[in-house]
C-alpha cells in the first residue's frame, strides 16, 4: 500500500481577490503575481513576433515547422509558469504540461537538424555525409568507446535517443497526474515509499539520454551545419532545461531546510513552487530575445516571392504527425533488425527526407548507399 502525502496545501484559503472595494491588496504574492503577469506577457509578444516573421515568410516548410515549433518554448513556459503562480494549489498539474513541451521542443530541434543536413547535399540527401565520416570517440563520459557513423544501426539509435523523450515524457506525466490525484505523488519528498522519486529518476534518465543523443548528433554534423548557428539554437534548448530543472532543486532544497518558511496561507512547498515560477516568467523574456536573434526569419526571406498565409504555417506547427512518422519508422527500422534485417526498413513516403537519406544510408528509392557512394539493393 502506498503511503498517502502530506497536504502540500494550507487548510486556511486566502478569501481576498487581487483588488476589491478597498483597493489592491498589495502583499508578496500579489506583488509577485502581477510581475510574473507582466514578464509573462512581455515573453508572449516577442514570441509572437518571431513566430509572425516566420510565418509571413513560410518559404521552407520542412525546417521552419519544426522552427516555430521550438519559438512557441518561451511562450508555453510563461503562460503556464504565471497559472502556476495564480493557482498555486494545482501548481503540479500546470508542472507536468510544461515538461511536456520540453520533450516536443527537443523533438522538434534534432528533426530541424536532419532538415538542415539534408539541405546540404544535391537532391536533398547528404549521401556523401557519412561517406566523410569516420570512426571517433564517444563524447564525455563515455569516451572509452568509439562509433562508426557509417553504420545505419547506429545513425537509427541516435535518433531513437531523442524520440524516446516524446513517448516517455508524457507517459511519466500521465502517471504523475493520476499519483497526485489519489494524493500519493508527494512531489516534494525524495522517500522510496512514495511515486514522485521513481518518476523522477525515470524522467532524469530519459532527458539525459536525449541531450546526449542531441550533443553526438551535434558532434556528428557540425561541418555541415557550419553557417546555421548550430549551437546558438541547441544552447537556447538547454539552457531552458537545465535553468528550469536546477533552479527547482534549489528552492526545493531551500524549502526542505526550513530557509523557505510557510505563512497563514502558503506553505513553504507553495512559496518555494510559486519563486520557481515567478523565476521562469522571468527568464522567458530573456530566452525569447534569445530564440528570435538564433533563429533568424532572414534565412528564409525571398523578395522575389510574396508572403505566406499565416495561417498554414501555425497549422503545419501544430501537426504533429511527422513526429509519428518518425517515431513508427524508427521501430519499423529496430523490427526489421531485430529479425535479422539490419540493413532494410520499409520507408515512410513523405516529403521530408528520413534518417537515413538525411546521412546518405539509403537513397529515395529505400536502397542501401555503401561507402564508396554506389548503390546496392538492400533486401
Keep these: 500500500m502506498v503511503a498517502t502525502c502530506e497536504s502540500e496545501n494550507t487548510e486556511a484559503v486566502d478569501q481576498s481577490s487581487f483588488w476589491d472595494e478597498s483597493g489592491i491588496h498589495w502583499d508578496a504574492h500579489r506583488i509577485g503575481w502581477a510581475v510574473s503577469g507582466a514578464f509573462a506577457l512581455a515573453a508572449v509578444i516577442i514570441t509572437i513576433v518571431s513566430v509572425g516573421r516566420h510565418a509571413r515568410h513560410y518559404y521552407v516548410p520542412n525546417e521552419q515547422r519544426q522552427i516555430i515549433r521550438i519559438l512557441y518554448m518561451p511562450l508555453v513556459y510563461a503562460i503556464i509558469s504565471w497559472l ?11 508542472s507536468f504540461v510544461v515538461i511536456i513541451y520540453e520533450a516536443i521542443t527537443i523533438s522538434a530541434f534534432m528533426l530541424l ?6 539541405s546540404t547535399s544535391s537532391g536533398k540527401t547528404a549521401e556523401g555525409a557519412l561517406a ?5 570517440k564517444l563524447p564525455i563520459p563515455f569516451c572509452c568507446w568509439r562509433y562508426r557513423p557509417t553504420k545505419a544501426y547506429f545513425m537509427y539509435t541516435i535518433k531513437w535517443s531523442v524520440l524516446q523523450y516524446v513517448i516517455i515524457r508524457p507517459s511519466v506525466s500521465i502517471i504523475g497526474i493520476i499519483c497526485e490525484a489519489l494524493h500519493i505523488l508527494c512531489q516534494s519528498s525524495w522517500s522510496y515509499k512514495h511515486p514522485s522519486v521513481y518518476l523522477t529518476a525515470v524522467d532524469f534518465v530519459s532527458i539525459s539520454i536525449a541531450l546526449y543523443g542531441l550533443i553526438l548528433f551535434y558532434d556528428l554534423t557540425k561541418q555541415e551545419l557550419k553557417g546555421r ?3 546558438a539554437k541547441f544552447l537556447t534548448i538547454k539552457l531552458i532545461v537545465m535553468c528550469t530543472f536546477y533552479q527547482e532543486f534549489v528552492f526545493d532544497a531551500l524549502q526542505n531546510h526550513g530557509i523557505i ?12 513552487d510559486g519563486l520557481n515560477a515567478l523565476a521562469i516568467t522571468i527568464e522567458m523574456v530573456l530566452f525569447a530575445f534569445f530564440m528570435m536573434w538564433a533563429y533568424p526569419v532572414s534565412e528564409y526571406i525571398r523578395p522575389e516571392l510574396s508572403k505566406t ?3 498554414q504555417a501555425i497549422i503545419d506547427s ?8 518518425e517515431i513508427w519508422g524508427s521501430l519499423k527500422f529496430f523490427y526489421d533488425y531485430a529479425v ?17 537519406e538525411a546521412f546518405g544510408v539509403h537513397n529515395a528509392s529505400g536502397n542501401l548507399r555503401t561507402r564508396g557512394g554506389s548503390v546496392a539493393n538492400a533486401a
Design 84 to 94: 502556476s503562480y495564480r493557482f498555486f494549489r494545482a501548481y503540479t498539474y500546470y
Design 113 to 118: 537538424i536532419i532538415q538542415y543536413v539534408a
Design 132 to 136: 566523410r565520416k569516420d570512426k571517433d
Design 229 to 231: 548557428r548550430p549551437l
Design 261 to 272: 518558511k510557510a505563512t497563514e496561507y502558503w506553505t513553504g512547498s507553495n512559496i518555494a
Design 309 to 311: 498565409p499565416v495561417k
Design 318 to 325: 501544430l501537426n504533429f504527425s511527422d513526429f509519428v512518422a
Design 340 to 356: 535479422g534485417k539490419p540493413h532494410t526498413r520499409g520507408i515512410i513516403k513523405h516529403e521530408t527526407p528520413d534518417f537515413g
